[in-house]
């Protein structure tokens, strides 16, 4: 038995972008032991939606938990009180929001890959995919009208509809990211160097992914099959769009960038389908009706499944608003699966798990 050290690794790191703090035992520079703090960040969001904010403000509130993935709370939340005012939303809507929701997914996956390739010790790499991320957050704003917090999503449909020539522009950038894409699948998964870094790092199998309750990316690299977009046909057609989900096995880090880029192309193909079949309606569903009773949501956010609890009392102001991110869902499957890896090794599958301590602990 060699000697063991403890590492603390955050909250403030130079290769951890979140709040969140991890504490390694190593013996012989291998992580025998991980303990996992969070909550550094509350912002009393939940109880300001419940008390600050009358109903419909929400969504704009809800839309601030989370920079990467604003248009997923907003449309989650939008949902959640559609139920409880009991409302339709325009189908013209709902093919909007699928929209948006798919440019967030590409530019969220492309800055997941990006910070790999940084804690890999890629400079260049993680670079280069910032550099093709970009065009993803020039067509959220054109279609927008911001690059992040983007207030698209409302109670009843959405804010804004899409101007035909930002539907054209939309369709050729993604035409000239195709080539960019497939430059990147290609690199990420038969550079030797980089796979040799990232092949068996923090790996979790099927049965453990299963058995802790991952989510999104982080679950499919394990092959477990788990999409939100697979079951909630009734609140956004995923499937009349070309909605595909993608498993890789291996359930390492190199699985979850591959998983990742695999996503982009089908987020590819659901936009331009939905821009080929928007069909033609109002954009927003009127109503003068409070919230009343409790309803739930689920939304397959770019880190996996994002959960939304509403209890209505028939005034202005919710009784309650409960919000839980896949991050939380992710925690113990990222403790173990650090477990047994070089301590070096630690940053790069971090970035691999993609968490968002902004949406957790809010």
Same mark, same amino acid.
């Given at each position: 038995?060699? !000697?063991?050290?403890? %590492?603390? =690794?955050?909250?403030? @790191?130079?290769? +951890? &972008?979140?709040?969140? *703090?991890?504490?390694?035992?190593?013996?012989?520079?291998?992580?025998?032991?991980?303990?996992?703090?969070?909550?550094?960040?509350?912002?009393?969001?939940?109880?300001?939606?419940?008390?600050?904010?009358?109903?419909?403000?929400?969504?704009?509130?809800?839309?601030?938990?989370?920079?990467?993935?604003?248009?997923?709370?907003?449309?989650?939340?939008?949902?959640?009180?559609?139920?409880?005012?009991?409302?339709?939303?325009?189908?013209?809507?709902?093919?909007? !929001?699928?929209?948006? %929701?798919? =440019?967030?997914?590409? @530019?969220?996956? +492309? &800055?997941?890959?990006? *910070?790999?390739?940084?804690?890999?010790?890629?400079?260049?790499?993680?670079?280069?995919?910032?550099?093709?991320?970009?065009?993803?957050?020039?067509?959220?704003?054109?279609?927008?009208?911001?690059?992040?917090?983007?207030?698209?999503?409302?109670?009843?449909?959405?804010?804004?509809?899409?101007?035909?020539?930002?539907?054209?522009?939309?369709?050729?950038?993604?035409?000239?990211?195709?080539?960019?894409?497939?430059?990147?699948?290609?690199?990420?998964?038969?550079?030797?160097?980089?796979?040799?870094?990232?092949?068996?790092?923090?790996?979790?199998?099927?049965?453990?992914?299963?058995?802790?309750?991952?989510?999104?990316?982080?679950?499919?690299?394990?092959?477990?099959?788990?999409?939100?977009?697979?079951?909630?046909?009734?609140?956004?057609?995923?499937?009349?769009?070309?909605?595909?989900?993608?498993?890789?096995?291996?359930?390492?880090?190199?699985?979850?960038?591959?998983?990742?880029?695999?996503?982009?192309?089908?987020?590819?193909?659901?936009?331009?389908?939905?821009?080929?079949?928007?069909?033609?309606?109002?954009?927003?569903?009127?109503?003068?009706?409070?919230?009343?009773?409790?309803?739930?949501?689920?939304?397959?956010?770019?880190?996996?499944?994002?959960?939304?609890?509403?209890?209505?009392?028939?005034?202005?102001?919710?009784?309650?608003?409960?919000?839980?991110?896949?991050?939380?869902?992710?925690?113990?499957?990222?403790?173990?699966?650090?477990?047994?890896?070089?301590?070096?090794?630690?940053?790069?599958?971090?970035?691999?798990?993609?968490?968002?301590?902004?949406?957790?602990?809010?």
């Amino acid at each position: 038995m060699g !000697r063991q050290y403890e %590492i603390p =690794l955050g909250a403030q @790191h130079v290769s +951890l &972008l979140e709040p969140l *703090h991890f504490k390694f035992t190593t013996e012989n520079e291998k992580i025998i032991a991980t303990e996992a703090n969070l909550f550094y960040v509350h912002r009393g969001i939940e109880a300001a939606c419940c008390s600050k904010f009358k109903f419909r403000q929400v969504s704009f509130v809800v839309g601030r938990v989370c920079g990467l993935c604003s248009i997923s709370h907003s449309t989650a939340y939008a949902q959640v009180a559609e139920q409880l005012v009991k409302i339709e939303v325009p189908k013209r809507a709902k093919y909007l !929001r699928m929209l948006v %929701i798919e =440019l967030d997914r590409i @530019h969220s996956h +492309l &800055l997941c890959l990006s *910070h790999v390739a940084e804690n890999s010790g890629y400079e260049a790499l993680f670079m280069k995919t910032m550099q093709y991320r970009e065009f993803a957050m020039e067509l959220l704003e054109a279609v927008c009208g911001n690059r992040i917090q983007y207030d698209f999503s409302i109670v009843g449909g959405v804010s804004r509809d899409l101007k035909p020539e930002v539907a054209q522009i939309i369709l050729k950038r993604l035409n000239n990211f195709l080539p960019q894409l497939d430059e990147l699948l290609d690199i990420y998964s038969n550079s030797w160097t980089f796979s040799l870094k990232n092949k068996n790092a923090g790996a979790i199998t099927k049965a453990d992914a299963l058995r802790l309750n991952v989510v999104g990316p982080f679950a499919r690299a394990a092959g477990l099959g788990v999409d939100v977009r697979n079951e909630t046909e009734a609140l956004l057609p995923w499937k009349e769009v070309g909605f595909e989900m993608v498993t890789e096995s291996s359930g390492d880090a190199y699985a979850r960038n591959i998983v990742r880029l695999r996503e982009i192309y089908i987020s590819k193909r659901i936009i331009e389908n939905i821009i080929r079949g928007l069909p033609e309606s109002a954009l927003v569903t009127e109503t003068k009706a409070f919230p009343d009773g409790e309803a739930v949501v689920r939304i397959e956010a770019p880190r996996g499944e994002l959960f939304y609890y509403a209890k209505g009392n028939k005034t202005q102001f919710l009784e309650r608003l409960k919000i839980k991110a896949p991050t939380f869902s992710n925690v113990a499957a990222m403790v173990e699966a650090l477990n047994g890896n070089e301590y070096g090794s630690a940053p790069a599958i971090i970035a691999s798990y993609d968490p968002c301590l902004s949406c957790t602990a809010r």
